[in-house]
């Protein structure tokens, strides 16, 4: 009798069950003392939501958010060096003595203490942007539960304070070179009332202050007398008028 292939295939492990039952056994076995042995890890996990619509500062528009590209860039943003040294400050990491003597055992203090630190942080970290939406998953995998959501949270804090700094890092520019020109502008201006001063004292025009207000108040006082006469004479005028007489002309 002819058999097809899956029967045949079925008799021959009809045929060797006990192997295959001591096979399965053994391999499920020692999953179980590997996955026993090996160290627990937990992993947490936040979502972030990118709405940002337009600069703060220079008040431009960015670009659409929750695009590809955008959405790209803000996943690079998070896994960048810079965000993972900001963990570190804010865990306080060079606070720690045990940590400060695992970076000098590891390195001999040859790599700065931060950016050792934010290597091993970014080892165990993971950003994926969720598709087709403006939300950014970041998940953290440590030993301890309690660290790995210290750490996922103390990312999400360091991507914020790294997305402010980048938007008023040029304001800063520009309000330093602000404060150079007008250093620049200050000191023009104090050697041309220099020389205009230089200048005055040569050709004997340099007027005091003093005689300045001496003029002007007796400018006014002639100013007052003035409108005094116009008034007394408009006076005068509307009297005779009144009166039926003229006044000649002088």
């Known amino acids: 009798l002819f058999r097809s292939a899956p029967q045949q295939f079925f008799l021959i492990i009809f045929a060797r069950r006990h192997l295959a039952?001591?096979?399965f056994v053994l391999v499920a076995a020692t999953g179980a003392a590997i996955t026993m042995l090996m160290p627990k890890v937990y992993t947490a996990t936040t979502s972030m939501v990118?709405?940002?619509k337009s600069d703060p500062i220079a008040g431009a528009l960015l670009p659409t958010v929750g695009t590809p590209t955008y959405m790209a860039t803000q996943t690079e943003i998070i896994s960048?060096?810079?965000t993972a040294i900001g963990v570190v400050r804010l865990l306080r990491v060079d606070q720690n003595p045990q940590l400060v003597a695992q970076w000098k055992e590891a390195t001999n203090g040859t790599t700065p203490l931060e950016n050792y630190f934010a290597r091993l942080l970014r080892s165990g970290m993971t950003v994926s942007p969720a598709r087709g939406s403006n939300i950014i998953n970041l998940s953290y995998s440590g030993r301890d539960p309690k660290f790995a959501t210290t750490v996922a949270n103390a990312y999400?804090?360091?991507?914020i304070d790294l997305l402010i700094d980048m938007r008023v890092d040029p304001a800063r520019q520009y309000s330093a070179w602000f404060d150079e020109r007008l250093k620049v502008?200050?000191?023009n201006l104090e050697k041309a009332?220099?020389?205009l001063s230089a200048y005055q004292r040569e050709k004997g025009i340099v007027a005091s202050d003093e005689r300045v207000d001496q003029e002007t108040t007796r400018?006014?006082?002639l100013e007052a007398q003035l409108a005094a006469i116009q008034g007394e004479r408009v006076?005068?005028?509307s009297r005779q008028r009144s009166s039926g007489s003229e006044l000649s002309p002088d």
Do not use: F, H, P
């Open 80 to 82: 960048s060096e810079r």
């Open 185 to 187: 502008l200050r000191a």
């Open 235 to 237: 006076d005068t005028s």
């Open 21 to 23: 039952a001591s096979i």
């Open 50 to 52: 990118v709405d940002v």
């Open 193 to 195: 009332q220099a020389k």
């Open 156 to 159: 999400t804090q360091a991507y």
């Open 219 to 221: 400018l006014n006082a």
